[in-house]
């Protein structure tokens, strides 16, 4: 098969801050994009990627009635068009369980409408209204969102983080309606500290991976009990957590320090890695699903990074293959600059390891391939 | 084919026989083999693949067995050919010795011929004479035995005892083949009784505390000859030697005088072997070398001595002791064995002494290495003496030890006077630059210091212990090179105060500029004077002003991001929905300003030769700006989206954040402008998550209002610190629920207040 690795890029009128994979369609490349605009419509695209073409398309437009400021897809196949979305109203912020009606229906552009564009971007479809399913009652000022975690292993299970609270969430599903049975909540251990970011751990149901200001540190939420904590992990505000895929306790984060550091949560004592990444805030970080080798970067420096961690990956490179080649030390793959904007989403296709998204602020996304180099590193 | 069937069933022969014969003749290992058969019943049965299969697998058994039957022959004609060289020898030899053997018999004819013609001649005679000197014989030992009572008192009168065992041992001989005579036995009585009282003088003597060694040495052998039990002996003799000898030991170090008395005696041969290393004179106080050497000379002769002795007195004779009779006698190898355990032993002791004394004084270099001089010089003699105990390596051992630590202990206090130099640095008072220098100029001096304490160990040192004195000195530059290479790691450390990291990051860009090559030199110069200039290739002078730059880069970057946290903790506690209408530039400007200016004069400490910018307000206030015009109108029009992506992507401007490290000169201007692009950023990009209400918006734009004025004059980009502002207020301008900007004239009556109140706190 032809190998495609250009990049395309979707643009959309509005500003946006939120980008998910559509995480129970692992068939095509689906991504969510929210826009973010404080007065004005606001809308939900579902794009979908095309690797035979190279092409990305608005599958559908979702109208939204808020500035979205974060949102989660539903991580079980079952429920992949459930959306979890806080957005603000102007005064306060809420969050809510909707449903992307008519999302499985291909609505492919004919081929009339592409002509008549001048084969530039084909205009999205016709905003619909989502869904909503249920309010989930946790509400919060302005500007504290940080973010609602749908656990992947347990799907019922999702957290909603505010700066100052988190609270989880057991959903189920019935046929007419949804419901939510509200679980514990949790407050930073200190006053006047606020969460920056969290993560559920893939390797332990029950374990939640938060940032606190400059700490890292593990719950598990059953008791809400902290497990592990890694003090002044940054020297600023953390930003993004993740676990590796593959090896249990072993965590990167990434900072408001430009910095992305490797972690094993079970020593306090220093990071296994700290690499200087950017030259602006590191807004996100996290692994590709399949290859712990690979780790996608995003900063306010407007540039999307990809790297190569080998060394702490579930497969290192074996030391009695003589001397390690350049090519194979960690450290930069590549630096894509399509970009001209603060990027702050990133996320890897919920379809295929070498694809992935990244969002700017300025409704920009853009869909990208690992290099076939690297690619062919990893595979061979 | 066939052949090697042929080989095969005659190996097979045994073992098929021992079975109950059984006719197969489908087993192509058998007798019995059908071949034909088989290759139809294979024909038969297996698919083409398998064939294929099978005849491959033939075929390579076939040349196994091949290779196999070559080897067996190869090696049976090899053993054929070595019987015929053997006896084709054998055959050669037994001729020769034929000839040999018959020259030989006719010689022994003519001897025997020989002999008894001289025996028929001499046999008359003989007799006769043999018989005289036999009475002159018993004539004389009659005298003797008569004598010897008397003979034995005067000679223990005399305390000639050694003439007097002489004497005794004589007789005894003589008494013991006629004692069955009466006369002969009283004599013998008489003279047991006189050598009993000897034995018991002897033994009285022994016990005398101040006997001399020699006296010691003598009378002990002289017993070992009466009495039989030599083990006895021999043990009481060394544990009397232990005793003293270990007594030495213990009193060590003595008194002053009797110190220097026991050194003078030994004082010229030691000079005249080693004069510059034996150059300290007895009237200098008492230091660790100085006990060494006293020591040195003091014990270590004793213990030669006792090595002397014993090989002269005990280990060369093997005489049957004269009263006992029946002991036991000790081997040579056991003997020997007893002197050299106890001889280790006191070695050891004082080699531990010299160790312990050198240890707790850790005397200078020079000094250390007399004092090392001193253990090792007086055990050549012994190791000479007892080549298999390894005396001296092991001393060698001990003194290399002391050596390195000496060497270590050296370049720890470098390493810890490094570290407390620069965390010092933050703590010191007074100006940065002076400070700078003198840290530095401490550094420089720590390490010429440990230099000159440890280079000149080198050579001697590696000479005394015969060592090659490369690996040492590669050794002391490495760990040079990691106390200096010490200054960028404890740079990086963790600092309270922010200045401090300002100020470690001059430190670190003086080490480039200057600092490393100083050290470097030095090395250089040490290790250059004693031919050991191969070894300071080993300080990677390069790689270590890299590890200082990216120390410095380091520190810088963090310092730069403290003042962005300030900004962002400074815009994430406002409540911008509720604030009050903008009265004055907030303290969030001053912060900035104030922060930047205080950077900058440390700054211009540290970076010398730069005019500094100001930062206060340059000429007239600004015009309004083309971003702020634009928000007016659209303030006024009533937005659409529209408009406002185009006015984005007009003032959007990619800047790049990237440190000015990638210069590699650092100007406090560049520096500066790093600082205020990262705080401008971090501020651009806290208003975007942030929602602002009117006043809030209208209070950002005062503030943007008075940097645009400050700011700009003092950067090296302007445009980017611009473009920033613009972008700043556009954010804002997105994130505000009603957004109306303030008049121009308000905006720079309330600047023009801030300057003035700025001018007043500078002045």
């Known amino acids: 098969m032809f190998e495609f690795n250009g990049t395309a890029s979707y643009q959309m009128k509005q500003q946006a801050r939120c980008l998910s994979a559509l995480e129970g369609d692992t068939d095509h490349n689906k991504f969510v994009v929210c826009s973010l605009e404080l007065r004005g419509e606001n809308e939900l695209h579902v794009l979908d990627f095309n690797e035979d073409t190279n092409e990305v398309c608005c599958q559908r437009v979702y109208a939204h009635p808020n500035e979205v400021w974060a949102c989660a897809t539903c991580p079980a196949p079952e429920h992949f068009d459930l959306l979890i979305t806080t957005h603000a109203s102007g005064t306060e912020l809420k969050t809510t369980l909707s449903k992307m009606v008519g999302l499985d229906e291909t609505v492919r552009p004919d081929e009339d409408s592409r002509a008549a564009d001048g084969g530039g971007q084909t205009p999205p479809p016709e905003a619909v209204p989502l869904e909503e399913l249920l309010e989930l009652p946790l509400t919060a000022s302005l500007g504290e969102s940080r973010g609602v975690l749908w656990n992947a292993v347990l799907p019922e299970q999702v957290v909603v983080l505010h700066a100052k609270q988190l609270r989880l969430y057991q959903l189920a599903h019935g046929i007419s309606a949804s419901t939510a049975s509200e679980g514990i909540s949790f407050a930073p251990p200190v006053d006047g500290d606020c969460f920056c970011t969290g993560r559920w751990d893939p390797h332990h149901a029950h374990a939640l991976g938060l940032a606190v200001e400059r700490t890292i540190m593990t719950v598990d939420t059953r008791t809400m009990k902290p497990a592990h904590t890694l003090p002044d992990a940054h020297t600023q505000r953390v930003r993004a957590l993740d676990y590796n895929p593959n090896r249990p306790y072993v965590a990167l984060s990434s900072g408001d320090d430009f910095a992305i550091k490797f972690w094993d949560l079970r020593k306090s004592s220093g990071p296994l890695h700290s690499q200087r990444a950017h030259s602006h805030w590191v807004t996100s970080a996290s692994y590709n699903r399949f290859h712990d080798q690979l780790v996608l970067s995003s900063s306010s420096d407007s540039r999307v990074k990809l790297w190569r961690v080998s060394s702490l990956s579930s497969s290192p490179p074996s030391a009695d293959e003589g001397e390690i080649d350049e090519g194979d030390a960690d450290g930069l793959v590549k630096t894509f600059e399509e970009h001209d904007q603060s990027v702050f989403g990133t996320a890897w296709s919920a379809a295929d390891a070498w694809i992935f998204a990244s969002l700017s602020l300025d409704g920009k996304a853009v869909i990208n391939h690992v290099p076939p180099a690297e690619k062919y590193k990893i595979l061979l | ?763």
């Open chain 2, 1 to 763: 084919m066939v052949r090697a069937r042929e080989l095969l069933s005659k190996f097979y022969v045994d073992a098929q026989e021992a079975r109950p014969h059984e006719v197969d003749d489908m087993n192509i290992d058998a007798v019995e083999f059908n071949a034909d058969k088989y290759v139809s019943a294979m024909l038969q049965n297996k698919s083409l693949d398998e064939l294929v299969q099978r005849g491959n697998a033939m075929v390579s058994e076939i040349k196994n067995l091949d290779s196999d039957m070559q080897m067996l022959v190869y090696e049976n004609y090899n053993k054929f050919i070595a019987a015929t060289d053997t006896i084709r020898q054998m055959k050669h030899r037994v001729e020769d010795m034929e000839s040999q053997m018959s020259q030989l018999e006719t010689n022994m004819n003519t001897i025997a011929t020989k002999s008894d013609a001289v025996n028929s001649s001499l046999s008359a005679r003989r007799g006769q004479l043999e018989k005289l000197n036999g009475a002159k014989k018993t004539l004389t030992k009659l005298q003797f035995i008569t004598d010897l009572p008397s003979l034995l008192e005067q000679c223990v009168l005399d305390e000639k005892y050694e003439q007097a065992v002489q004497y005794y041992k004589r007789a005894k001989r003589i008494l013991s083949a006629v004692g069955t005579v009466a006369s002969f036995q009283g004599i013998r009585d008489e003279a047991d009784l006189l050598m009993r009282r000897l034995v018991q003088l002897l033994n009285l003597k022994l016990q005398e505390p101040d006997l001399p060694v020699e006296a010691l040495g003598t009378t002990t052998r002289l017993l070992l000859q009466l009495d039989a039990n030599e083990e006895a002996i021999l043990k009481d003799f060394l544990a009397r030697r232990r005793r003293v000898l270990l007594e030495v030991l213990n009193n060590f170090p003595p008194p002053p005088i009797s110190r220097e008395d026991a050194s003078r005696p030994d004082e010229g041969e030691g000079e005249a072997a080693e004069p510059e290393l034996d150059a300290d004179s007895p009237n200098e106080p008492p230091s660790a070398a100085g006990d060494v050497r006293a020591l040195g000379s003091l014990f270590m002769p004793q213990v030669v001595q006792l090595q002397e002795m014993w090989n002269s007195l005990f280990m060369s004779d093997a005489e049957p002791t004269v009263m006992g009779g029946g002991g036991a006698r000790l081997s040579a190898e056991r003997k020997a064995a007893m002197v050299s355990e106890l001889i280790v032993e006191l070695t050891g002791g004082y080699i531990e002494l010299c160790r312990q004394r050198l240890l707790e004084e850790l005397p200078p270099p020079p000094e250390l290495l007399r004092g090392l001089y001193h253990l090792m010089h007086p055990i050549e003699p012994l190791h000479a003496l007892l080549p298999a105990a390894a005396l001296l390596p092991r001393a060698a051992r001990v003194a290399e030890a002391l050596g390195e630590a000496e060497m270590e202990r050296q370049l720890r206090t470098l390493g810890e006077q490094v570290a407390a130099a620069v965390l010092g640095l933050t703590d010191g008072s007074g100006a940065v630059g002076k400070r700078l220098a003198s840290v530095e100029a401490a550094i420089c001096a720590h390490t010429q210091e440990a230099l000159l304490r440890t280079a000149p160990l080198l050579l001697p040192l590696c000479e005394l212990l015969g060592l090659r004195p490369d690996g040492m000195a590669k050794h002391l530059v490495k760990r040079l090179y990691a106390a200096i290479l010490d200054v960028a790691r404890v740079a990086r450390l963790p600092t309270p105060q922010p200045e401090g990291m300002l100020l470690r990051a001059g430190l670190c860009l003086q080490m480039v500029s200057s600092g490393v090559a100083q050290v470097h030199a030095m090395l250089k110069a040490q290790l250059s004077g004693q031919g050991l200039r191969g070894a300071a290739l080993g300080f990677d002078a390069a790689a270590m002003v890299r590890e200082m730059q990216s120390s410095a880069d380091a520190l810088l970057e963090g310092f730069a991001q403290k003042l962005s946290w300030g900004v962002s903790k400074q815009m994430q506690t406002t409540d911008w929905v509720h604030a009050p209408a903008p009265r004055e530039v907030t303290s969030l400007v001053g912060a900035i300003i104030g922060e930047l200016r205080a950077t900058q004069l440390l700054a211009s400490q540290i970076l010398h030769g730069e005019a500094l910018r100001s930062l206060l307000p340059q000429g007239p206030f600004p015009p309004t700006s083309g971003a702020t015009q634009i928000l007016q109108q659209r303030a006024k029009l009533g937005g659409s989206v529209a408009i406002h992506k185009d006015l984005q992507r007009m003032f959007a401007r990619k800047i790049s954040f990237s440190s000015t490290s990638g210069h590699h000169k650092i100007t406090i201007a560049g520096m500066l402008t790093h600082i205020i692009k990262l705080t401008l950023k971090t501020l651009l990009e806290e208003s975007r998550v942030c929602t602002f209400s009117r006043e809030g918006f209208q209070q950002l734009h005062l503030d943007c209002g008075m940097m645009r004025w400050v700011l700009p004059a003092c950067v090296e980009q302007e445009a980017d610190v611009l473009s920033l502002l613009d972008e700043i207020l556009i954010s804002c301008q997105e994130r505000c629920l009603d957004c109306v900007p303030l008049e121009h004239a308000v905006l720079q009556r309330l600047c023009d207040a801030k300057r003035k109140e700025l001018q007043l706190s500078y002045s």
